[in-house]
């Protein structure tokens, strides 16, 4: 099993930045891609951004909702088993809950995991 803690949230105006962090813990070997999704009220859960490869890798693959795009950066931090999401320019669109997923190995026990979610909130 993989146990996800998210922190760093937080309530900022517009055009600031937060950076979240999302602390992995038990089988973190299992974990295949790391990425950060979010809800807001009234709307679906959605994916803001992806990396790709476990607490072993280097280097990934990152990807980005089309929304973040360029003020969104996801990284990895292997000797701390943290996974980062540093948000500038931070716009009142993107208030929502913000959820830390993995998804693990075909030989591990689980297929994914989630965190418990932390809340940003982006005041005009």
């Known amino acids: 099993q993989v146990q996800l803690v998210e922190s760093g949230g937080g309530l900022v105006q517009a055009g600031g930045s937060l950076r979240l962090s999302c602390a992995a813990s038990?089988?973190?070997?299992?974990?295949?891609?790391t990425g950060w999704y979010r809800q807001a009220p009234g709307k679906e859960r959605e994916l803001v951004a992806i990396?790709?490869?476990?607490?072993?890798?280097?280097?990934?693959?990152?990807r980005y909702t089309d929304s973040v795009e360029g003020r969104f950066t996801i990284s990895r931090d292997n000797a701390k088993n943290t996974v980062s999401l540093q948000m500038n320019d931070l716009k009142p669109d993107d208030t929502a809950i913000y959820y830390c997923?993995?998804?693990?190995?075909?030989?591990?026990?689980?297929?994914?995991?989630w965190g418990q979610g932390t809340q940003v909130t982006v005041s005009p």
């Open positions: 038990g089988d973190t070997i299992c974990i295949t891609s």
């Open positions: 990396i790709t490869g476990d607490v072993m890798t280097t280097d990934g693959s990152t």
């Open positions: 997923h993995v998804d693990l190995g075909p030989f591990c026990p689980d297929s994914e995991s």
